[in-house]
């Protein structure tokens, strides 16, 4: 079992996990089962050139994609993807929206880090209030405010299958306050390529290979260098960023044109 300290308490634990790695053959899985696990305080960047199994990853931490084999387990609350709809329905307003949420993500919400106020004051700078309706809001307004949603909440475990609108001068804000959300404590897994949200928020790197085969886990800043020296990436590869949605109500479908950092 792969984890960053034989220590240290497991957040999130793969079992056998097999996942199909090729889009257009279902035959083609994983080769090696999955046996490892996530630890607490464990921020870890899954690094492929196949963005199809980061895919089915995060589609099956989020409860979309069904395992071919295998299971996993969080021992902790497991976040939507940070920056998807969380199953609001759009023609609820802000507040709405948020009492909707809070209700189901109470405890969550107790244990937050960023009180309602941040929340508001925030929003604010966007020139969104709370009677807004969701469906309302233009596009910027839109990727700001479910960033900042599903930041509000204090989660055990943060999926974050992309980051290319949190990195961009005009998140700044929300970075600031998933700073301050996140503690020695919490746990991340990401499979985003951009290397600039990687060394802000990530400790751990792992590299899988093209059938899901892990060829290297450890520090970070090794697993960047052994990415950069042994792995093919398409020169495109910013664009995957675009493609986790695996389901209308918790992803959105477009994201923003800011450049991904890839150096």
Request: proline share 2%; charged share 20%.
């Given at each position: 079992?792969?984890?960053?300290?034989?220590?240290?308490?497991?957040?999130?634990?793969?079992?056998?996990?097999?996942?199909?790695?090729?889009?257009?053959?279902?035959?083609?899985?994983?080769?090696?089962?999955?046996?490892?696990?996530?630890?607490?305080?464990?921020?870890?960047?899954?690094?492929?050139?196949?963005?199809?199994?980061?895919?089915?990853?995060?589609?099956?931490?989020?409860?979309?994609?069904?395992?071919?084999?295998?299971?996993?387990?969080?021992?902790?609350?497991?976040?939507?993807?940070?920056?998807?709809?969380?199953?609001?329905?759009?023609?609820?307003?802000?507040?709405?929206?948020?009492?909707?949420?809070s209700s189901?993500?109470?405890?969550?919400?107790?244990?937050?880090?960023?009180?309602?106020?941040?929340?508001f004051e925030?929003?604010?700078?966007?020139?969104?209030?709370?009677?807004?309706?969701?469906?309302?809001?233009?596009?910027?307004?839109?990727?700001?405010?479910?960033?900042?949603?599903?930041?509000?909440?204090?989660?055990?475990?943060?999926?974050?299958?992309?980051?290319?609108?949190?990195?961009?001068?005009?998140?700044?804000?929300?970075?600031?306050?998933?700073?301050?959300?996140?503690?020695?404590?919490?746990?991340?897994?990401?499979?985003?390529?951009?290397?600039?949200?990687?060394?802000?928020?990530?400790?751990?790197?792992?590299?899988?290979?093209?059938?899901?085969?892990?060829?290297?886990?450890?520090?970070?800043?090794?697993?960047?260098?052994?990415?950069?020296?042994?792995?093919?990436?398409?020169?495109?590869?910013?664009?995957?960023?675009?493609?986790?949605?695996?389901?209308?109500?918790?992803?959105?479908?477009?994201?923003?044109?800011?450049?991904?950092?890839?150096?």
């Amino acid at each position: 079992m792969l984890t960053s300290s034989s220590l240290a308490e497991p957040k999130l634990t793969f079992d056998r996990l097999t996942l199909r790695c090729d889009a257009s053959d279902s035959n083609i899985i994983n080769t090696t089962p999955w046996n490892w696990s996530i630890c607490t305080g464990e921020r870890l960047s899954v690094m492929s050139s196949n963005s199809f199994i980061k895919d089915q990853l995060m589609g099956a931490l989020s409860g979309f994609v069904q395992p071919v084999a295998g299971d996993f387990e969080a021992f902790g609350s497991l976040s939507w993807p940070l920056g998807g709809e969380g199953g609001l329905d759009s023609k609820l307003t802000i507040g709405n929206g948020l009492e909707f949420l809070s209700s189901i993500y109470s405890d969550c919400l107790e244990a937050s880090l960023v009180s309602i106020d941040d929340f508001f004051e925030v929003l604010q700078t966007r020139s969104i209030d709370s009677n807004t309706r969701v469906k309302d809001l233009v596009k910027g307004q839109k990727d700001f405010f479910y960033m900042i949603l599903s930041i509000l909440f204090s989660f055990d475990i943060y999926i974050i299958p992309r980051s290319k609108f949190l990195m961009t001068k005009e998140a700044k804000p929300l970075r600031n306050l998933l700073h301050k959300q996140l503690s020695d404590s919490k746990s991340l897994v990401s499979v985003t390529v951009n290397n600039r949200f990687r060394r802000e928020f990530c400790n751990r790197g792992m590299v899988l290979g093209s059938l899901g085969e892990i060829l290297f886990h450890g520090d970070l800043e090794e697993a960047i260098a052994y990415e950069q020296k042994n792995v093919m990436i398409k020169s495109g590869s910013e664009s995957e960023e675009n493609q986790f949605d695996m389901a209308s109500n918790l992803t959105n479908s477009d994201s923003s044109s800011d450049q991904s950092d890839v150096f």
